[in-house]
């Protein structure tokens, strides 16, 4: 009997192990606990194995599976759940949000670190919180979303830059814009990634953040991490994204008068009625393209993406087109003690252009002007087309869109090798080398038939060639330990090395027997000497030395102290001050370890003081600079030209004091999160001190040199140390984490900043090199030459408006105006300079931003409306042609809902100071994800954006977006001039999709 039951006991759990090694297909859908919606591209695993399957994009899953194993389901954001199978052929799972997982890892200089332990003000950004939409440039995607960042493109130019402004103004110098770190690269064109590559995009705000960068992190830091390949063994996805887009002009709140007002006021009657700003614009046609591949294989991840963008503008002719290719692959070996990177980025670039003031003659050209003329309408008339008088300020706006044509093409080669190796667990070498190679070449055309330009010269050619070569080499050592019970400690020393080495050549003729020679025949240009003619070359090359230490401390999870220092050297300083040290150091306490503070479930407090230096404009600054003179004839007989010779000529004085300026940031703020992680936020306030900005002063020839001594003025400028700088603010950003309303999720966001604006501290130093303020702003032709409306004083705010006050209009229908002592005249040439009031300043008092996404089912739904607030402008528009009398002027008159009715043209007062402050619908965002039930198509999204939708602001000038810079110079803020492009409104049709 006990034989026979031992043998049905070891029958029966044979028979049971059996059914236990059998697989079956369990299905089920995974939700998410925040919104009851399906959750895409959860990993769904085999506990303890490699086996798995994503879920669909609406949540569901299918895999096969045995009953005695275990199934895991984990997602980014969310708690994993384990599951036993057991007899289940269903499984629904709902995961729980874990917010305080969210953006765990921060990319910071040279590292990362976890979210926790952050104690500098750092901004992260994911590819959920981009803007969406014709993206044609990777900083568009924070656009609004990050406090303290302003980035702003004046007009709709698809080949202008956007200004991006961290913190106000930081420098006077080339780096007025924060620094790029793409994957590493330092300095890095952010022309060299597509948007759709952009895995996360972390800003580091504060000068303590930024001090591990030392001078070139003065204007804050934008790191760009891209998209690696997936680690799925065997695993292949292909994504595809590809849009179409319609630009429209907006003119915002700016008209002109039509032609029977002009002909009512006695304009010259051609006998057309022509609009011309719809002459030369259309509605311009945008599309791209990107397709990625990416996969794994035996320790080895790739990533591949094509790039294809095609962006017309609306003015025709204008244009931008990009290919970009980018491979990234990364190889582990050594059981993952040593891993290899390679990035390798190539991109290809052209566009199209033409004048600038274009936008300036189409609004103010005469309307009953026709396009063409046969020379009975105008003796001025040239190459067919219709010129009334022979004015610089007056073309036909169609002869000169067609008659002069400017283009050119760009290539980038962007290499990065990186290599890490663990010596021990917690010690790790890295090594990385950076290549960046940039070409350009540019082609100028003005038309033998062009009346502005090329027509005097017999026509003009010219081709210019730029090579920009950067290398950088970094090497780390990164080391982690516990030092103490609890205390864990990071340690981080490195070294490098950057290059950069620039050249290039032109060459501008004129001449032509044929406009078909051009720019790729400049041989055919009979004169290459004299007016409308330039050839030129040259080379440069500046070194940049770094080392730099990092200390990071971590004691229970409570307490955080992060200490940092960089040296650098720099082949631009004065002997005696090339070297600058940019120390750093920042503190935190996570409070809710410390008590029990409810319903708060986060509240680190940060504070942080940190140094940044900044680069100079050029690597010679500090040198007597040897450039070109003029021609000189060694016997006097211009008809023989073998004794002709170009004579050197100093261009500046030697100053060897000449150093580094410096950026003293201090930083206090919180992080906090109520609620369970529900509602999350930062707020910060900083102040700023900038010492020894770099400024080019006159000096008097044949004075001594007080930076050189023994030695005299040889020209009249110097470059020296000569300003202070001040400036303060407070950040605030908040989100509420899908907040539920029935069945639709939505998560609003907010920030804003407020400004204490810029204030001038010093502009001197000592022995009377300096000024007491700085004039700028020269309004220009036609007819205020000497017009200078901004004026910095020392103690004032930066980017002050001075001008003469309007006080109405008098019974001759003249201008009444007033000074700052009560004086009245009619002109602003009836003021001296020093009597004139501040009537504006040009600087936000605020910026905000406010975001709202919503999901429902297969729907989602956003919106983001961005806006500044207290700047001012000034109109050009209206200051250079308002009220104009048509029967003696050449120009047509604007007219907006701010015009005076007078008698007599316009002269410059706070009449043309506008408050700019706006309200703009940036983005909106309407997407389908669309059920496929394909084995190997999934994530089909297709999505309508919209970009510019509306503005709403008092400013009747073309576009109310803050001007931090006139033609690149910071201390003349707010000017809008006639050459701004009319801004445009987007409409973006979208699919993408996935392919596994």
Do not use: C
């Amino acid at each position: 009997m006990k034989k026979f039951l031992l043998i049905l006991l070891v029958m029966s759990v044979g028979f049971q192990g059996a059914l236990l090694a059998q697989t079956k297909t369990v299905t089920g859908t995974v939700t998410g606990g925040d919104d009851g919606l399906g959750i895409p591209r959860v990993n769904v695993t085999v506990k303890g194995t490699t086996r798995g399957e994503a879920t669909n994009l609406d949540g569901t899953f299918s895999i096969q599976v045995a009953a005695n194993e275990t199934l895991v389901f984990s997602f980014v954001g969310y708690i994993a759940q384990e599951i036993l199978v057991g007899t289940q052929s269903t499984i629904n799972v709902v995961l729980q949000p874990d917010y305080a997982e969210l953006d765990e890892i921060v990319v910071v200089g040279y590292g990362s670190q976890e979210k926790k332990e952050i104690t500098s003000a750092v901004a992260s950004i994911k590819p959920e919180d981009f803007n969406s939409g014709n993206i044609s440039n990777p900083t568009q995607l924070l656009q609004g979303k990050v406090a303290g960042l302003s980035i702003t493109r004046p007009g709709g130019d698809p080949n202008g830059g956007f200004n991006i402004r961290l913190r106000g103004i930081s420098t006077f110098g080339g780096n007025q814009a924060p620094l790029i770190v793409l994957d590493g690269v330092p300095g890095a064109d952010l022309g060299n990634v597509d948007p759709n590559d952009i895995a996360s995009i972390d800003v580091l705000k504060d000068g303590s953040a930024a001090a591990i960068y030392g001078a070139r992190g003065s204007s804050g830091v934008i790191l760009i991490t891209t998209t690696k390949g997936n680690s799925g063994e065997g695993v292949t996805n292909i994504s595809v994204n590809t849009f179409a887009t319609i630009d429209s002009k907006v003119l915002n709140k700016i008209s002109v008068l039509g032609r029977d007002e002009f002909l009512t006021r006695g304009g010259t009657d051609f006998g057309s009625n022509t609009d011309w700003v719809d002459v030369i614009t259309q509605d311009a046609f945008s599309y791209a393209t990107n397709v990625s591949l990416s996969g794994s294989m035996g320790g080895t991840s790739y990533r591949a993406s094509v790039n294809y963008r095609n962006n017309e503008g609306i003015v025709k002719g204008f244009k931008n087109e990009r290919l970009n290719t980018r491979l990234n692959v990364t190889h582990n070996a050594i059981n993952d003690r040593l891993r290899l990177t390679a990035n390798i980025n190539i991109t290809n670039g052209s566009f199209g252009a033409k004048n600038n003031n274009l936008f300036d003659f189409a609004l103010t050209y005469n309307p009953t002007a026709p396009i063409f003329d046969d020379g009975t309408l105008s003796q001025n008339s040239l190459g067919g087309y219709f010129q009334t008088l022979a004015s610089s300020d007056f073309f036909n706006p169609e002869a000169l869109r067609r008659e002069q044509n400017f283009s050119g093409t760009n290539k980038t080669i962007l290499a990065s090798f990186r290599g890490e190796f663990d010596i021990t667990d917690n010690l790790t070498v890295a090594l990385q080398y950076n290549q960046d190679r940039f070409t350009g070449l540019n082609s100028n055309v003005w038309s033998k038939s062009d009346f502005d330009f090329g027509g005097p010269f017999g026509g003009v050619a010219g081709r210019s060639t730029d090579d920009r070569f950067t290398e950088i080499i970094t090497g780390t050592l990164n080391y982690n330990t516990e030092l103490a019970d609890g205390l864990d400690a990071t340690f981080l020393i490195g070294a490098e090395r950057q290059e950069i080495t620039s050249e290039g050549f032109g060459l501008q003729t004129r001449q032509f027997l044929f406009d078909s020679f051009g720019a790729n025949n400049l041989g055919a240009g009979a004169l290459a000497t004299g007016p409308g003619t330039n050839y030129y070359s040259y080379k440069n090359a500046n070194v940049l030395n770094s080392a730099f230490f990092r200390a990071n401390l971590n004691f229970k999870g409570t307490y955080f102290i992060s200490a940092s220092v960089r040296s650098e050297s720099y082949s631009g300083f004065g002997d005696n001050e090339k070297t600058g040290y940019f120390p750093a150091i920042s503190a935190g306490a996570e409070l809710t370890e410390i008590a029990d503070l409810g319903p708060i479930s986060q509240l680190k407090f940060r504070v942080s003081y940190g140094i940044t230096g900044a680069l100079p404009p050029s690597a010679d600054l500090a040198l007597p600079v040897i450039r070109n003179g003029g021609r000189i004839d060694l016997d006097g007989d211009a008809n023989t030209a073998d004794d002709q010779f170009i004579a050197p000529r100093q261009a500046q004085n030697p100053n060897p004091t000449l150093k580094w300026e410096t950026k003293k940031e201090f930083n206090i703020g919180f992080d906090f999160a109520i609620l369970d992680g529900k509602i999350t936020g930062t707020t910060d306030y900083y102040t700023r001190n900038i010492e020894d900005l770099i400024f080019n002063i006159p000096v008097p020839i044949g004075a001594p040199n007080p930076f050189d001594a023994g030695n005299f003025n040889t020209v009249g400028s110097t470059w020296v140390n000569l300003a202070d700088l001040r400036s303060a603010g407070f950040e605030f950003a908040a989100s509420y984490n899908g907040l539920k309303i029935g069945q639709v999720s939505w998560t609003p966001s907010f920030n804003f900043t407020i400004y204490d604006k810029t204030t001038i501290e010093k502009l001197s130093i000592g022995d009377g090199l300096g000024f007491d303020d700085l004039r700028g702003g020269n309004l220009g032709s036609p007819g205020q030459n000497n017009t200078q409306i901004i004026l910095n004083t020392v103690g004032e705010t930066l980017g002050n408006f001075v001008g003469a006050k309007f006080i109405g209009i008098d019974e001759n229908g003249q201008y009444v105006l007033e000074d700052a002592n009560g004086v009245r005249g009619s002109s602003a040439a009836d003021f001296a300079l020093d009597d004139l009031a501040v009537i504006g300043n040009a600087l936000p008092d605020a910026d905000f931003g406010i975001n709202n996404s919503f999901r429902y089912n297969n729907w989602d739904f956003s919106f983001f409306l961005r806006g500044s607030i207290g700047h001012d402008l000034y109109n050009s528009f209206r200051s250079f042609y308002e009220n104009q009398d048509a029967s003696t002027s050449a120009w047509n008159s604007v007219v907006t809902d701010k015009t005076p009715v007078v008698s007599a043209s316009p002269t410059f007062s706070d009449l043309y100071i506008e408050d700019a402050t706006f309200i703009r619908l940036d983005n909106l965002q309407l997407g389908y994800r669309v059920p496929s039930n394909s084995e190997w198509v999934e994530n089909i999204n297709v999505y309508f954006a919209a970009q510019n939708l509306f503005t709403i602001t008092n400013y009747t000038g073309l576009d109310p977006e803050v001007r931090y810079t006139d033609g690149g110079n910071p201390l003349v803020p707010g000017l809008e001039r006639r050459n701004t492009f009319i801004p445009t409104r987007s409409f973006t049709l979208g699919v993408k999709l996935n392919i596994k």
